[in-house]
Every structure is written in C-alpha cells, then in structure tokens.
C-alpha cells in the first residue's frame, strides 16, 4: 500500500516561513515527478510546484520565487519550502505522485497539511 503523510502546516504571520514534509511508504518518490497542491476554502485545488526525477522543478506563478520543492532520497520525503508568505498562501497543501507529462496523479488524495497565513 502506498500511502503519502503530509505534515509541517501551521499557523503563521505574513511574511514567515514554513517547511512541510511528505513522507512516502509502500513506494520510492525519486522514481516519479512529485507535486504539491493546494486547496484554499471555497476554491479548487491547483498545482503548486513539480519536481521531476532529473530535479527540474516548476512552479506556478503566484508562489515563484517564494516557495521552492526538493526530496531527500534517504529519507523518502520531499520537502516544500515556503518563504515570505502571504494570507493568499492559506490552504490545504497535498502531495502527490504524478505522470511524467499528465496532469493526472497516482492514487488518491491524502488528508493534507493545513497552512495558515495571517495579516
């Protein structure tokens, strides 16, 4: 069974930082592009940012240059890094395993790690 745990949410002040971690079981994340989502109240769930197992990483355009995602083979885990934050960042923060050129994501959703940015 491969499961994905998310963890490292919190509540912060804008402007702080906040690390969350994926720790991966059943499956070994380097063998696949990892993303991480977000679902904020009232809205859909979009992509955050990727990481292919060359290491290219891509993120969107409300988080570059803020947020950066990277993996720790030893450990099964990637990381997603989130410098100066801003109330906009509150959301629900999933990982997930996703098909190399898809948008499409392998299993199902975890419970997610909530991240809380006040003003």
């Known amino acids: 069974q491969v499961q994905l745990v998310e963890s490292g949410g919190g509540l912060v002040q804008a402007g702080g930082s906040l690390r969350l971690s994926c720790v991966a079981s059943?499956?070994?994340?380097?063998?696949?592009?990892m993303g991480w989502y977000r679902q904020a109240p009232g809205k859909q769930r979009t992509l955050v940012a990727t990481?292919?197992?060359?290491?290219?990483?891509n993120y969107a355009d409300s988080v570059k240059g803020r947020f950066s995602i990277s993996r720790d083979n030893a450990k099964n885990t990637v990381y997603l890094q989130m410098n100066s934050l801003k109330p906009e960042d509150t959301a629900v923060y999933y990982c997930?395993?996703?098909?190399?050129?898809?948008?499409?994501?392998?299993?199902?959703w975890g419970q997610g790690t909530q991240v809380t940015v006040s003003s």
């Open positions: 059943g499956t070994i994340l380097s063998s696949n592009t």
């Open positions: 997930a395993r996703r098909l190399d050129g898809t948008s499409l994501i392998l299993g199902s």
């Open positions: 990481l292919t197992r060359d290491g290219t990483t």
